[in-house]
């Protein structure tokens, strides 16, 4: 039997899960998974190290390393190319309204200073 994939913790869904360039896009669409989307958020915003990262998402290093990259590469495209950039799928568990959430503030986020607070 195969092993169940562990599923990756994710707070809350994104504001916005689909972006599209005002001037000069391109007509490819990138789809960015909803667990790359969360690593994104906690390193690159809130400032988390990778080993943050995972015990946030209760999975190993390792798997953040991977799903990271994978993120960042695809950010790069959108931003390079002028790529449409939807968020949506992936493997996860949504913290906001599940039995037990990670406690860490988890809801849609605001744009106003929240993250930095956040830890
Ligand atoms: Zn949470």
């Given at each position: 039997m195969p092993r169940p994939r562990k599923?990756?913790?994710v707070c809350?869904?994104?504001?916005?899960?689909?972006?599209?360039?005002?001037?000069?896009?391109?007509?490819?669409?990138?789809?960015?998974?909803?667990d790359e989307y969360e690593t994104i958020r906690l390193i690159d915003l809130a400032g988390y190290t990778q080993e943050e990262c995972a015990a946030q998402m209760e999975v190993a290093r390792t798997t953040v390393?991977?799903?990271?990259n994978e993120a960042r590469h695809k950010v790069a495209e959108a931003l390079v190319y002028g790529k449409m950039l939807t968020?949506?799928?992936?493997?996860?568990?949504?913290?906001?309204?599940?039995?037990?959430?990670?406690?860490?503030?988890?809801?849609?986020?605001?744009?106003?200073?929240e993250q930095a607070k956040e830890r």
């Amino acid at each position: 039997m195969p092993r169940p994939r562990k599923c990756r913790k994710v707070c809350a869904m994104p504001r916005s899960n689909r972006f599209v360039p005002l001037y000069g896009g391109c007509s490819e669409e990138i789809v960015m998974t909803v667990d790359e989307y969360e690593t994104i958020r906690l390193i690159d915003l809130a400032g988390y190290t990778q080993e943050e990262c995972a015990a946030q998402m209760e999975v190993a290093r390792t798997t953040v390393q991977g799903v990271y990259n994978e993120a960042r590469h695809k950010v790069a495209e959108a931003l390079v190319y002028g790529k449409m950039l939807t968020i949506a799928g992936g493997d996860y568990d949504l913290c906001e309204g599940s039995a037990n959430p990670c406690g860490k503030k988890c809801h849609t986020f605001c744009c106003k200073k929240e993250q930095a607070k956040e830890r």
